[in-house]
C-alpha cells in the first residue's frame, strides 16, 4: 500500500506546505537540528542539487571530512555553516529534488533554511548591516533626497569609502552597489503627471484588464525606467495603468534575514492596500520577480489562514506572464517596428520557481529577427549575497558560469527580469554599465 501511495504521488505535482511559524516550537533549536539532520542525511545520499548554491557543497564537505563521512559525524555546531550559504532561491525544491511533498520523505530545504534564520534572528537579533541590507525602502528614502544621492553615489564609488564599508559594515569593496536617483518613480509617475489612461477595458483570461503596479524599493529609487517602461507598454496594448496608492517593501529582504515579524508588519501594511485596488477592478503587477512571488506564494505559506492574503495571491501577476495572457486572447499588439538581434537573458531564479513558465522569452521572441539564448543559472546576487564581505566571492563564483554563456554566444545585448542579477552579471563580465530590462527591450522594439 505504501508503495502504490508513493508511486501514485510521485505523479502529483510539488506541494508547498504552510510554515507554522506562529507555533512556538517552530523556534525549538533542538527540534531543527533533528529536522536539519535528517534532511541533511537525505541530501547527502542524493547530492543531485550540488550545483544550485553552496549550501550543499558546503554540507557535503562537512559530511565528508567528518571523522564517519556520515551525518552523524558532523556537529550541529557546524549546521549554521549551510543555512548561512541559502538565500532562499527555492531552485533546489521546484528543480532538483525529487523528495518534495507529496512524496513521504517530505524535503523542502528552502523552508528548513528559513527556519534556521528565523531561529537565529529571534536568539541574536540583527546586526547593522542586516538592517542596513534589509530595509531597502528606508535606506532608499533618504538616499534619494537629492543631493544626498550624488554624495552617495560618489560615495560608493570612491576606494577608501568602500575600504571604510567594508571594515565597518562588512560590506566587501568591490561589490557592485546600485546607484540612487532623486528622480524617483513616484515623482516620474505622479498623479499630477500621470494618468492611468482612458481605454476600453478588456478582460482576458485571469486578467481584468486594469493593472495597479506595485512599484518596489529598487524599480522606485534605483530602476525607475523599468516602471516607466512597464506602463508605457501597458498603455500602448489599450491597458489601464497607475501606480498603487502607497507602498512598504514586500518584506522578502526581511524574510531572507530570518526577520519574520518584519514580514508581518510589511503584509498588514501592503496587502490592504492591494485589495482596496483589486476591489475597484484593478490587477497587480510588479517589476521585480521577487516581489511577485513574495506576494504570490511566500506570503501564503507564512500566512495560511489570511483570506486576504490568498485574493492578493490570485491577482498578482509577473509582466510578462500579464502580457502572455493578453497574446493568448488576442489583445497584445504584435507590431514591431525595431529589432532587438542576438540577446542572452538569464532567466531569474525567483520567475523561475513561479511556474509559469518562459514567459519573457515567449513575448521577446515575438519581435522578429529576434535570437534569444536563455541561461537558466542563478546569478549568485540574492539581493545581498552578492554584497557580504564573507560571500561576495563566492557569488562571483555563481556567476561565472552565466558571463561564460554570455560571452560565447556574443549577444548585442544581455538582460534579467532581475535588475540585481543582470547588473551583477556584468560586473562579471567587466561591464561598467547597467544591462537594461527586458521590459525596456520590449518598450524600445514597438518605438514607444
Known sequence: MAEKEYREGSLEAPTRLPVDWKN????????????????FDICHGCRRCVSLCNSFPTLFDLVDESPTMEMDGVATADF????????????CYQTKCPYVPPHPWNVDFPKLMLRGKAIHHR??????????????????ALASIPVVNVAVNTANRMPSIRAALENTLGIHRDARLPEYTSDHLRKRLHPTKHQ?????????????????????????YNKPEMGEDLVAVLQHNGIPAKLLRTEKCCGMPKMEAGDLEAVERAKDFNIPVMLEAIEDGWDIISTIPSCVLMFKAELPMLFPDDENVRKVSKKMFDPFEYLAHRNKAGLLKTEFPNRIGKLAYQAACHQRVQNIGAKTREILSLIPDTEIKTIERCSGHDGSYAVKTETHEMAMKLVRPVVNQVKNFDPAEYTSDCPL???????GKGDDYEPPHPLSILRRAYGI
Request: net charge negative; glycine share 10%; proline share 6%.
Open 196 to 220: 492611468p489612461g482612458d481605454f476600453e477595458v478588456k478582460p482576458a483570461g485571469p486578467t481584468s484588464g486594469k493593472v495597479a503596479l506595485f512599484a518596489t524599493c529598487y524599480g522606485t
Open 123 to 140: 536568539k541574536e537579533g540583527g546586526g547593522l548591516r542586516e538592517k542596513v541590507l534589509s530595509e531597502p525602502d528606508t535606506v532608499g
Open 24 to 39: 512556538e516550537s517552530y523556534f525549538d533549536e533542538e527540534d531543527f537540528n533533528k529536522e536539519a539532520e535528517r534532511v
Open 80 to 91: 549554521p555553516k549551510v543555512v548561512d550559504e541559502c538565500f532562499l532561491c527555492d531552485l
Open 421 to 427: 542579477a543582470a547588473s551583477h552579471i556584468a560586473h
